[in-house]
């Protein structure tokens, strides 16, 4: 070594070599599931699985382990002997009984009047020249959009005996009581999820093509006898899942269950199981068992359509498709035009108009008087030393760290399990399907049963935080987000990942340079879909309530019951304003502009 070649190093260049030195140390381990110089390109990524069986799998097994250990969870002596009591008690005692046989009978109704609706606005609008197309095409997507809990509120304000249709002598108290009812709920249930069916059926008739109805027109087959011979028959895949998937909504439905059922007294699986776990001393035992069959019927309802095959493609001739060439409904046009304009008016006019008058005025039972009108409910929402105000920024605020949350993760998870084999890939996009299906009354009763009563995960102190109900939010949009994350890595198709990896790419580089860019739409999709949804979340809102104050949805549902309904109705305008101006604005994007000009 040639003298004075060597250089004394200072402590100050010493700790900074040794922060670089650790910092790189750092950044290999967490990105080594993703690069070339750790795990090779595959799906294994246990940690990821991990992570999605704690977020997601672990508090539905829980609600199983919680049924079949009634008294695993009992805070004076717990104990591990298994007890078939607490589902027993659902035969025998005559309240859980009732809400067993309420839920199993409005399902069945429910999903045949919600499809036989479904079923005609797709026939009517797709298979007729029905005037304002456009707006019976969107008014299904409105409907759908807008949170259960919301349209059952709506419709207490419109039928109650000091309600607006009494009050415009619409309706005489005797006939707006007799809507609280089965057949009242059963109206409303079929309102509100008639779009279910619609998009399902709608979907198997563009993938009709129009060869067979113009084969009917030229052995002059009249349209009658042309949608009852030939597409009726071709539908039934379609309408049979529409059955099975109107059925597990409406039984897992809650929003409706938690207002208009319960001020009717029309006892539902979801809602005993809510009352259930906010009762005292809580029934855990009872509320585990009332989980577990409602996530057998739903499951159940997801595994029938599976097994059916009705969710199977429709290929119906090997060659591209005619486009379907409407009816003409002459005479029969303002026929057409009426009965849809009445179904718009009762499925959404309606309850947006009461929800939007009841928080424009002061008192329900001064009806519309011009001295009944006041801006009070609304500048108590916009004022942020308020509840109310609180509860809206916040719930906004839980969107969005939800939606980063969510989305970030299903990201990296859909894109691991798309490197992995066929049997993995099936077995993820099954879980994800099934997860989908189960109400979210399920999942949070699992995560007060995980963070509340199991050791280990009480010692974080989450329950009663915001932390949980984010974590919570995420659970239940995780599934979506999968979904939509392998839809869109799909298109992309096997061919790109190859040349990236022949290329001498790593997972991480592939993701980061290539999919994440082709997916952008996909993912601000996920990230937009998450956060609304996240915004009137009523499940999780309500069972998972932070001690820092309610989010929006559970507020709103509080207020209502505790005749503060201007209020309730206030947050609701106000957080349905704010998601339409935020659409808005991203549709108005000129990115997008520039996408639809090319």
């Excluded at 079949?68 to 002997?81: A, C, G, H, Q, Y």
């Excluded at 609706?117 to 304002?132: C, E, N, P, Q």
């Excluded at 991480?508 to 860019?517: K, N």
């Amino acid at each position: 070594m040639v003298q004075g070649s060597v250089r004394t190093v200072t402590e100050p260049e010493a700790r900074i070599a040794r922060a670089s030195a650790r910092g790189r140390s750092i950044r290999d381990v967490a990105l080594r599931p993703f690069t070339s110089h750790g795990r090779r390109w595959g799906g294994n990524a246990p940690l990821l699985w991990l992570v999605a069986f704690i977020l997601v799998g672990l508090p539905m097994l829980l609600v199983l382990v919680q049924a079949i250990f009634p008294k695993l969870f009992d805070p004076t002596s717990p104990s591990l002997r298994p007890s078939l009591d607490a589902l027993a008690r659902m035969i025998t005692s005559p309240r859980l009984l009732r809400g067993i046989v309420n839920t199993i009978i409005l399902g069945m109704v429910g999903a045949v009047v919600s499809t036989l609706l479904g079923a005609a606005w797709a026939l009517i609008v797709h298979l007729s020249d029905v005037r304002l197309r456009r707006v019976w095409t969107a008014l299904p997507w409105i409907v759908f959009a807008t949170p259960s809990y919301l349209k059952g509120l709506a419709w207490v304000l419109l039928m109650s005996q000091g309600g607006y249709l009494v009050y415009l002598g619409v309706l005489s108290p005797m006939q707006a009581s007799a809507f609280f009812g089965p057949p009242g709920l059963l109206l409303v249930m079929a309102l509100s999820l008639f779009p279910v069916p619609y998009f399902i059926i709608r979907a198997r008739l563009e993938g009709i093509g129009g060869e067979y109805i113009d084969a009917a027109r030229m052995a002059s087959a009249g349209p009658m006898r042309t949608v009852v011979k030939i597409i009726v028959p071709m539908l039934m895949p379609a309408i049979g899942l529409s059955l099975l998937t109107t059925f597990a909504e409406v039984i897992g439905d809650f929003g409706l269950a938690n207002t208009i059922a319960r001020s009717m007294n029309f006892g539902l699986l979801t809602y005993n199981i809510y009352a259930a776990t906010s009762s005292f001393p809580v029934d855990f035992a009872g509320a585990g068992a009332q989980a577990l069959l409602l996530a057998v019927l739903v499951s159940g309802s997801v595994s029938a359509a599976a097994m059916s095959g009705t969710q199977r493609e429709a290929r119906f001739l090997s060659g591209r498709n005619r486009h379907l060439r409407p009816y003409r409904l002459g005479g029969w046009q303002p026929l057409a035009v009426g009965l849809l304009m009445l179904v718009a008016v009762l499925s959404a006019a309606l309850p947006l108009l009461a929800v939007t008058l009841r928080a424009l005025t002061t008192s329900l039972g001064d009806g519309l008087a011009l001295a009944n009108f006041s801006l009070d409910a609304i500048r108590a929402v916009l004022d942020l030393s308020n509840v109310a105000g609180q509860a809206l920024v916040s719930s906004f605020l839980y969107g969005f760290a939800a939606a980063f949350v969510t989305v970030a993760f299903a990201v990296l998870f859909a894109f691991r399990v798309s490197l992995a084999s066929s049997r993995v890939r099936t077995i993820a996009v099954a879980l994800a399907m099934v997860t989908v299906a189960v109400p979210g009354i399920i999942p949070a009763f699992g995560y007060i049963l995980l963070y509340d009563r199991v050791p280990g995960f009480t010692e974080l102190n989450l329950y009663g935080t915001r932390t949980l109900l984010v974590l919570g939010y995420s659970a239940a949009a995780l599934p979506y987000c999968l979904i939509f994350m392998w839809s869109a890595l799909d298109r992309l198709g096997p061919s790109i990942g190859e040349a990236s990896r022949l290329a001498g790419a790593s997972p991480f580089q592939y993701l980061r340079r290539i999919v994440a860019p082709l997916a952008g739409r996909a993912i601000a999709a996920a990230f937009g879909v998450t956060m609304v949804r996240t915004v009137f979340e009523l499940p999780m809102s309500q069972l998972l309530m932070p001690q820092a104050g309610p989010a929006l949805p559970a507020l709103i549902v509080d207020d209502f019951t505790q005749d503060r309904d201007a209020v309730a109705c206030a947050m609701a305008l106000v957080a349905l304003l704010a998601v339409a101006l935020i659409w808005g604005l991203v549709l108005a994007l000129p990115g997008r502009a520039r996408v639809r000009r090319r």
